[in-house]
């Protein structure tokens, strides 16, 4: 199971779009090859509501290693 980014519900890879962020925007990783970490989103309104949010400075929780 895969957490969408925005809303943080746990979905089926195949129900949600793998992006990676590239210059602090999301590119949608249509090969599996983009480099970057990729990043789950279940919908164009979550992705609307996450960039908004990447827009407004918010901080993303960084990930410990
Ligand atoms: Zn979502």
């Given at each position: 199971?895969?957490?969408?980014?925005?809303?943080?519900?746990?979905l089926?890879?195949?129900?949600?779009?793998?992006?990676?962020?590239?210059?602090?925007?999301?590119?949608?990783?249509?090969?599996?090859?983009?480099?970057?970490?990729?990043?789950?989103?279940?919908?164009?309104?979550?992705?609307?509501?996450?960039?908004?949010?990447?827009?407004?400075?918010?901080?993303?929780?960084?990930?410990?290693?």
């Amino acid at each position: 199971m895969r957490m969408c980014v925005s809303c943080h519900k746990k979905l089926e890879p195949t129900k949600l779009k793998r992006f990676s962020i590239v210059d602090g925007k999301p590119i949608f990783d249509t090969t599996q090859k983009q480099p970057g970490r990729g990043q789950y989103i279940c919908s164009d309104e979550c992705l609307n509501k996450f960039e908004t949010r990447k827009q407004k400075g918010s901080k993303l929780r960084k990930e410990k290693p």
